[in-house]
């Protein structure tokens, strides 16, 4: 298996620190609002990594952070008039949602950097006590000079570099000695959170917190750490100043980044009104359609979401969702058992499909070819299976097509959900049977609503129903 390593510019053989692990870090969103179609990518890529690792046989210890402590979060509790925490709450519920919709499993661990203060404040103090952070009036600067390999990452020279920080005003910021310096510890403003520290009551900066929890939650090496290709710098770069200076040791080993997502051929903006939330997204198409079309470009091509694009997409997971299905009926239907010696002889070949598949996912994740080995795999059932197929054939056919569909995270294979409408029609029929005192039908309802996971109350206020 081999992967892009942006910090060697070059594809590499990978191997973990631990054989047949992976310990792999992915940074999360800031939850201040809904998740944009921006902040998908690379949790459908990454998920989809780690799905490939899983499937080849590794144990992957998946670790991706949730940002719920930044000045955005603190505005947006002030324009409502609420807490930050209330506000990092309410969004993290929300990012989980639509994360479930989008097929994304949930990582072994998702840290809340507000839960992990006291390791962050340690880490500086380490920082500070080796001399790579100083303190001035309650903030304290990372000393980015005193890093000889500063810039390793992003392959810029550090006299050509600019102070990257986030956006974040912060006190005394014209007391750093030197303009590359940042944030590791700010001291807290009027109304906004704050923890105690040696240094000033207040919070920790934005890189200090990722470092932090990659620590705790997954050692001081790691295999893989992951993200946008907008965190390059400074925030990746900056992680490996912090952890290195503070540890001692090499932070990852391999740096895996996704290119950006356009709208329209234009960069995603609020001023330019193409800011697209997955929420938004999902009021229009099932959310398998986007995880299909964001597989559908290698992770490091630049991607262009269009309403054209995301019906193409539609159209070709229908494709293979209509193959399952039909797979799924010949088995069901099968009049015969078992193989005859030509279809064992098609099954034979219908792994060479499996293998371009493998092959795709082993050179540096190509999901794009990975997918067009699946549309493969369709066109060659449906030419190859018909009502006169054995069940075992059949079955083998299927099971491999989802076998390879569910490394992608798509979902080929749905449970049929009755729809509320049906219910209500079907709770009417009932009252109706009730009624004109035909009971065996009104029980045969009542029992097909439950085989569908339906539950019937009759109350007083009439008949209400709800999921099992």
């Not at 880490?123 to 001035?136: N, P």
């Not at 950006?260 to 800011?275: A, H, P, T, V």
């Not at 079907?426 to 085989?451: G, H, T, V, Y």
Request: hydrophobic share 35%.
């Amino acid at each position: 298996m081999k992967v892009y390593n942006t910090l060697t510019k070059s594809k590499e053989e990978f191997v973990p620190l631990e054989e047949k692990k992976v310990k792999m870090y992915v940074c999360g969103p800031t939850v201040y609002n809904y998740i944009h179609i921006g902040n998908a990518r690379p949790m459908i890529v990454f998920d989809t990594v780690r799905r490939y690792f899983e499937y080849s046989g590794y144990e992957v210890n998946y670790v991706s952070n949730f940002t719920d402590v930044d000045d955005k979060i603190i505005n947006r509790a002030k324009e409502e008039g609420v807490s930050a925490t209330d506000v990092s709450t309410k969004y993290i519920e929300e990012c989980k949602k639509d994360m479930a919709m989008m097929n994304v499993k949930p990582a072994t661990t998702h840290p809340q950097a507000t839960e992990e203060i006291s390791g962050m404040v340690e880490m500086i103090k380490t920082l500070v006590y080796k001399g790579y952070a100083y303190e001035k009036n309650g903030t304290v600067y990372y000393k980015t000079r005193a890093f000889d390999e500063y810039g390793k990452l992003s392959h810029r020279n550090l006299d050509e570099l600019r102070s990257g920080e986030r956006d974040l005003k912060v006190t005394g910021a014209d007391e750093k000695e030197d303009n590359l310096d940042f944030v590791l510890w700010k001291p807290k403003k009027e109304g906004e959170p704050a923890w105690e520290s040696p240094w000033s009551d207040g919070r920790p900066g934005w890189h200090i917190e990722c470092s932090e929890m990659a620590k705790r939650y997954l050692g001081e090496e790691i295999d893989i750490h992951a993200g946008g290709e907008d965190l390059i710098f400074p925030h990746h770069e900056n992680e490996i100043a912090q952890s290195e200076a503070a540890n001692g040791k090499t932070f990852a080993k391999y740096w895996l980044h996704n290119a950006f997502l356009n709208i329209d051929n234009r960069k995603m903006s609020k001023s330019l009104g193409n800011f697209r939330t997955v929420r938004e997204v999902s009021k229009e198409y099932d959310l398998q359609v986007l995880r299909f079309f964001m597989l559908g470009a290698h992770y490091r091509s630049p991607l262009n979401f269009s309403a054209e694009l995301m019906e193409a997409a539609k159209t070709s997971l229908e494709r293979i969702v209509n193959g399952a299905a039909n797979l799924k009926f010949l088995s069901e239907h099968a009049k015969v058992t078992e193989m005859t010696a030509q279809e064992k002889e098609q099954l034979t070949a219908a792994m060479k499909y499996k293998d371009a598949f493998k092959a795709a996912m082993d050179d540096d994740f190509n999901t794009a070819d990975a997918v067009s080995a699946v549309f493969e795999l369709v066109r060659f059932a449906n030419s190859n299976t018909d009502g006169e197929s054995s069940k075992e054939y059949t079955e083998a056919l299927l099971k491999l097509l989802v076998e390879l569909s569910d490394v992608l995270g798509i979902v080929v294979l749905k449970e049929e959900e009755i729809l509320a409408e049906d219910i209500e029609k079907l709770i009417a029929e009932r009252q109706a049977a009730r009624k004109n005192k035909d009971f065996n039908r009104a029980d045969e309802i009542r029992d097909e609503l439950l085989a569908a996971g339906i539950v019937l109350e009759d109350t007083r206020e009439g008949v209400k129903w709800k999921k099992k």
